[in-house]
């Protein structure tokens, strides 16, 4: 990536104009494609004409993203508001394909897509990833993209609330057949993601893109990969995603898990009128309401619970414990080489750096052993006492794990950054230099090999839990 990189940014990436709303959006019909596929786009827009340019996301000298293509001139089409499904409730955009590009020459990473109208007084993203090939050697950026569309609210309904506002509304499956309400039609791509994928692109990382569905898709593209990175909120994954993750890890494969809430929810990914898997099925309390379980599916509710109960702490060492929180993050194990250059000392905190969900250690449920605690954080959720933890475990297969426990610290390694956004939730300098520098102790060492055979973990849980 270091060639790459050193390539001319584009700083004018960003967004300085939204306009009216419904002004210019639109959605690909495609999560993610390989270099040279064909990515149909289906936009609506106001404007006679607009514009589409493809910016790949990286560091660039701290522009952090590069222009590589950009459309001539395309007509305008005004297309049809959303659609709601009586039985599912899912706001679905049943547009048709407005324009088909061809991604010959683009690297592989993930893209933020601008859409501008003629006059330019209308702005939107679009997000899609170029996806590589091989992941052989290389550290895995996962875009979370099931989430993304979890939590995606174009329409009126997202997997939480319907267009009534109430829970018993909400809808039952989401599609990617609709543009992002969130951040400007960018999901939760800025917050969570696009800040590790500047720092690990500035590190000169060997890496490699891809997606949750193309995870789930392809059982052995994680086979030989030195690590995979989880990033800020990956709540949603399929069976099959994390049956592929599951085997890469217990082969060796490095896992960084940078958020918090991960791989929580259970679901199923369906075709749509548009393509295969753009539908997230996720009936959660309903499960048994759900056709595809009544067929023999696994259950679509969260992957803890019965029937089917796997805990999440049995891939990844922690176990989501609550939201909403905010809180400060204190060091309790300064001397482990993780923390090595952070200038942290034990009881060291970090105000505002734990939330808004978090994840602690608990050996009530499976729990791979030894694991180590470095950071042990109070908390207190909905007048309830917990801790938030930082953990690093080493496995059997040599495997390191590595999961900070918050769900801040993919946004935190902004704070103070070169590039970076304005930091959120009153995170300072110290929270991101903190943070950097962690995430790249991380990264170095993961990007290595199998990180437990060379540093196996020294396990501490007895110091903080009794057992």
């Given at each position: 990536m270091e060639a790459e990189n050193a390539l001319a940014g584009s700083p004018d990436w960003r967004i300085s104009r939204r306009g009216p709303a419904r002004a210019i959006e639109g959605f690909a019909d495609r999560v993610s494609v390989r270099p040279g596929e064909r990515l149909g786009?289906?936009?609506s827009t106001t404007s006679a004409?607009?514009?589409v340019r493809a910016y790949r996301m990286g560091w660039y000298g701290g522009a952090r993203a590069r222009l590589v293509w950009r459309s001539a001139a395309l007509p305008g089409v005004l297309q049809p508001p959303a659609m709601l499904d009586p039985d599912t409730r899912t706001a679905r955009a049943k547009w048709c394909e407005t324009a088909r590009i061809d991604t010959s020459g683009w690297p592989e990473g993930s893209y933020l897509l601008r859409l501008d109208t003629q006059d330019g007084q209308a702005q939107r993203f679009m997000p899609v990833t170029v996806r590589s090939a091989s992941a052989a050697g290389r550290t895995v950026i996962m875009n979370s993209v099931a989430t993304w569309q979890a939590y995606n609210r174009w329409g009126g309904a997202d997997l939480y609330r319907g267009v009534t506002g109430r829970r018993g509304s909400r809808s039952l499956q989401v599609t990617f057949?609709?543009?992002?309400?969130?951040?400007?039609?960018?999901g939760q791509f800025l917050p969570y993601e696009a800040p590790l994928i500047a720092l690990a692109e500035r590190m000169g990382l060997p890496l490699a893109y891809t997606t949750g569905v193309d995870v789930a898709r392809r059982p052995d593209f994680l086979m030989g990969a030195a690590a995979m990175v989880s990033l800020g909120h990956d709540e949603y994954w399929s069976p099959e995603q994390r049956r592929h993750v599951t085997r890469a890890r217990d082969t060796g494969t490095n896992l960084a898990v940078l958020g918090a809430n991960c791989c929580y929810r259970r679901i199923r990914f369906e075709a749509s009128a548009v393509g295969p898997d753009r539908n997230v099925v996720c009936y959660k309390d309903d499960y048994a309401k759900d056709p595809g379980f009544q067929r023999g599916s696994p259950p679509t509710h969260?992957?803890?619970?019965t029937p089917g109960s796997?805990?999440?702490?049995?891939?990844?060492?922690?176990?989501?414990?609550?939201?909403?929180?905010?809180?400060?993050?204190?060091?309790?194990?300064?001397?482990?080489w993780l923390l090595a250059g952070t200038g942290a000392g034990a009881g060291d905190s970090f105000p505002h750096l734990v939330g808004v969900e978090f994840d602690?250690?608990?050996?009530?449920?499976?729990?791979?052993?030894?694991?180590?605690?470095?950071?042990h954080s109070p908390v207190v959720c909905k007048g309830r006492p917990s801790y938030a933890d930082t953990a690093y475990l080493s496995l059997p297969g040599g495997a390191g794990v590595f999961a900070t426990g918050t769900m801040r610290w993919v946004e935190a390694l902004d704070a103070g950054a070169p590039g970076g956004g304005k930091a959120s939730h009153g995170l300072g300098a110290r929270a991101g230099h903190f943070t950097r520098t962690v995430t790249a102790n991380v990264l170095w060492a993961f990007a290595k090999g199998p990180a437990g055979r060379a540093r196996p973990a020294e396990d501490n849980l007895a110091v903080h839990y009794r057992t």
């Open positions: 786009l289906r936009v004409y607009y514009t057949d609709r543009p992002y309400e969130n951040r400007q039609g960018a969260d992957f803890r619970r796997d805990p999440e702490s049995s891939l990844l060492g922690v176990l989501y414990d609550g939201y909403p929180v905010d809180a400060p993050y204190v060091v309790s194990h300064p001397e482990h602690r250690v608990n050996a009530a449920h499976p729990t791979p052993r030894p694991v180590e605690i470095l950071a």
